[in-house]
């Protein structure tokens, strides 16, 4: 388990800062920027978690999907090496295939779509489409990455079932559908 005793190291004060393996790059690093976005998608679904208390089931797949992504985070601050003395956490298929399970389960209740949809209809919905939107920033980050460097197949699996899973669930907290507000083409010309 992680203990912090100490908030501020000043280790970074130089714009440096520490990989999982002790490595220690820019700030503004690639691997930093993709963690660092899977984190803010976190704290976005943190937000969401707000809206949910009529939907308990809805709370406990984002609490879980919020531990997801810190495994998610540590998968991505550790860079893949053969043979590590200690073996870093990485995201698992199991955790790809929850989310597809609970996607299908979800979208089985939906309404076919006739349009795209626009992010809002409630507050949760919207949220989650804000979710999903930095998910999929953190997904760029991590396909683009994994062009220069070893990232793991399940992490960025994770990621893209990601961004579905929080757009099926914010048409399942907008009355399954029928809330969603939908993109009319041209409505305004």
């Known amino acids: 388990m992680v ?12 714009g440096e800062t520490s990989l999982g393996d002790g490595t ?25 978690r707000l809206h949910t ?40 298929q199991s955790q790809v295939d929850r989310l597809e399970r609970e996607i299908d389960a979800m979208n089985a209740e ?24 930095v998910a999929r920033r953190a997904e760029r980050y991590m396909t683009e990455l994994a062009g220069l460097e070893s990232v793991s197949a399940a992490a960025l699996k994770y990621v893209n079932r990601l961004s579905d899973h929080l757009f099926v669930l914010s048409r399942t907290v ?3 559908g029928a809330s969603d507000v939908l993109w009319v083409p041209g409505a305004n010309r």
């Open 53 to 92: 208390a009529a939907w308990p089931e809805v709370d406990a797949m984002l609490a879980r999907i919020q531990n997801d992504l810190f495994d998610l985070g540590a998968d991505l601050c550790t860079p893949e090496e053969p043979n590590p003395k200690y073996p870093p956490l990485r995201v698992q």
């Open 3 to 14: 203990k912090l005793t100490r908030i501020y190291t000043r280790g970074g004060d130089k």
């Open 110 to 133: 939906l309404a076919p779509l006739t349009s795209f949809i626009l992010p809002g209809g409630s507050p949760a919905a919207a949220h989650l489409h804000l979710a999903r939107t």
């Open 174 to 176: 907008n009355d399954k």
């Open 24 to 48: 220690r790059v820019p700030k503004h690093d690639l691997r930093v920027a993709a963690y660092g976005t899977v984190d803010e998608a976190n704290a976005v679904i943190g937000i969401v």
